[in-house]
């Protein structure tokens, strides 16, 4: 069975700070990753995904992942974040066909 | 505009009145999915549908049914609502899944259902 882990359940920022989530999946066999964000009173919409190639993926809104293999992790980073990143992010994999696993979620502030 | 829509977007009910949250999406997709979202438990599968009659369990199936009998709409019923299934509720839907289930999920505004 797949499970997804999100380390942060709730992380503050000041604006400008770096921001890196966490996550890490269980499975054994190829996955596809993603970051999905829930901004206050808006729909889930992704923000990056990956599923091949340069493990280093870039999303909108200047955010970046990073897939390690080997350590079946998925960390999502932002160099700067502003207060319009405050928002619920949530990892998830698709692996079995039909099956998608959301993490537990981040809730990230951002104080001006 | 392409888009998920459900309804309703706010339901109080009591236990073990019959409902039914619909779920439309106007882009063609083929997988359209249900899930839940509860606090602290992020959001977890119940239902989906690979295709047109082409439906199967998620991880929290437990009280609910679906049916796809078009592939633009996706039922989500409750025939017998409990208390413990208070929560929010999302719709999604991805163009094609299988083999190859890279596709971004488009999710719906979300159901708010309180049984009473």
């Known amino acids: 069975a797949q499970s997804v882990s999100q380390h942060n359940h709730h992380v503050i920022l000041s604006e400008a700070a770096s921001l890196e989530l966490g996550c890490n999946y269980s499975y054994g066999g190829t996955v596809n990753l993603f970051w999905y964000v829930q901004y206050p009173g808006q729909h889930l919409q992704l923000l990056l995904k990956?599923?091949?190639?340069?493990?280093l993926v870039k999303g909108i809104k200047g955010f970046e992942a990073e897939f390690i293999k080997s350590k079946f992790s998925f960390n999502l980073r932002k160099p700067s974040v502003q207060w319009s990143d405050t928002a619920e992010y949530f990892c998830a994999v698709n692996a079995n066909a039909g099956k998608s696993t959301f993490g537990d979620g981040t809730t990230l502030t951002v104080k001006p | 505009e392409a888009q998920v829509t459900q309804n309703p977007r706010y339901l109080i009910t009591v236990t073990g009145k019959k409902l039914t949250v619909t779920c439309s999406q106007n882009m063609n997709h083929e997988y359209m999915s249900w899930y839940r979202q509860d606090p602290g438990l992020g959001l977890r599968q119940i239902y989906y549908s690979m295709n047109v009659e082409v439906t199967d369990k998620g991880d929290v199936p437990e009280g609910y049914k679906v049916s796809r009998k078009e592939k633009r709409n996706f039922p989500l019923i409750l025939e017998s609502p409990s208390p413990n299934q208070t929560s929010l509720y999302f719709c999604?839907?991805?163009?094609?899944?299988?083999?190859?289930?890279?596709?971004?999920?488009?999710f719906g505004p979300g159901t708010r259902l309180t049984v009473l």
């Open positions: 999604a839907s991805s163009l094609r899944r299988g083999a190859a289930s890279t596709d971004t999920q488009y």
């Open positions: 990956y599923f091949s190639g340069d493990p």
